[in-house]
C-alpha cells in the first residue's frame, strides 16, 4: 500500500477543486476549481506552470477563463487540446500546451457536467443537467449531434476509443451506453440513489458510484451490475440516523484490475476487480480528508491523483472545514519481480 507520507499536496486553489486530468504522458496535470480557476502543474516539480484565473460573473466576455464553477473536463489522447465545462452551460477548448483560449461551445442549456474525448480523435462528447449528450468536432470547431434519453440530470460521462460513449444519469437510476452512428443507447439500472460518477475500465466493463454509497462494476453487455459494493465507503451520521457515505469520484487504471473510489470518508479506496470482473475486492486505504471530487491514474498506473475539496463537486451539503483545497499525487509503488523458483527452493 502506499506511504501516506509519500503523498505530495499541491495547492493553489481557492476553492473546492471539482476535477482534474493527467496529460497523456503523465508529465503534467490539470485541475479545476469552483472558483473558476485552472491551473496546470508539473508532475516532478509539483510547480504551477500555469493559472488561468476565474472570472468574477458576467465578465466572460472581457476575461479569459470561466466566470462560474468548472465542473468537468477532458484532455485529446494527443495531449493537444484541453476542454472544460462549467456551471453557466460554457464548453472552453484550449490549446494544453499554451493553456490559450481556442474557442467556446455553446449549447447546453445548463451545467456542464461531464466531458470527454473520444480515444484517437478530436470527437468531444460532453454531458449536461439539461439531461442531453452532445458531440463536437474540436478540430473543426463545430456542432455535431444531441442525444437525448435521460430522466434527469447527468452528472458524469466517459468514453474510449469505440463511437459511444457512457453517462451517469444522477437521480434517474441509470448509466447509459450511447452507441453513436447507430443513434441507439442501452439502459442499465442497480443503484439505489444519484448515481454520480462513472469510468470505462476498458472496452467492455465500467465502474459507476452513487450517493447511496455503493459502487457498481458493469459489463456492457448485461443490464444489471456484475457485481455491487453497497455502503462502500461505511457509514457516517449517529446511530439513529446514519446513511452512507456517497461516492462522490471513481477511477480505473485503464485495461487493468484496478479501481479507486472517493467520497468524504478520510479515505480513498483502492479495489480489485477479480473473478473476472465478477467481485470488487477491496484492497487498501488510503488516508485523505475532504471530499474526492476527482479520480485520475496516471496513464503508466504509477500515481494516482485525487483532486480534494470542503465541498461537494455539485453542491454545497456539508463542508469540511479541515479539508484543503488541493491536489494530491498518491505514488503506487509497483510490486517487485517475485524471486525465481530456485532460490526459494534452496532457502
Known sequence: PPDPAS????RGHKLPVTCLVISPDDRFIFSASKDGSLIKWEVESGKRLCVVPGGKKGTEERHMGHASHILSMAISSDGKYLATGDRNKLIMIWDAATCKRLHIFTGHRDAVSGLSFRKGT?????????RSVKVWNVAENAYVETLFGHQDVITGLDSLSRECCVTSGGRDGSVRLWKIPEESQLVFSGHQGSIDCIQLINEEHMVSGADDGSIALWGLTKKKPLALARQAHGMQGTQDLQQPYWISAVAALRSSDLLATGSHSASVKLWKCSEGF?????????PLVGFVNSL???????FLVAGLGQE???GRWWRIKEAKNSICIIPLKQRPAPPSPKASESS
Open 7 to 10: 503523498i505530495r499536496v499541491l
Open 312 to 314: 461537494h463537486r455539485l
Open 296 to 302: 485520475k491514474f496516471s496513464s503508466a498506473g504509477d
Open 278 to 286: 465478477r467481485k470488487l475486492e477491496p484492497l487498501w486505504d488510503i
Open 122 to 130: 478530436h470527437q468531444l462528447y460532453s454531458a449536461s443537467h439539461d
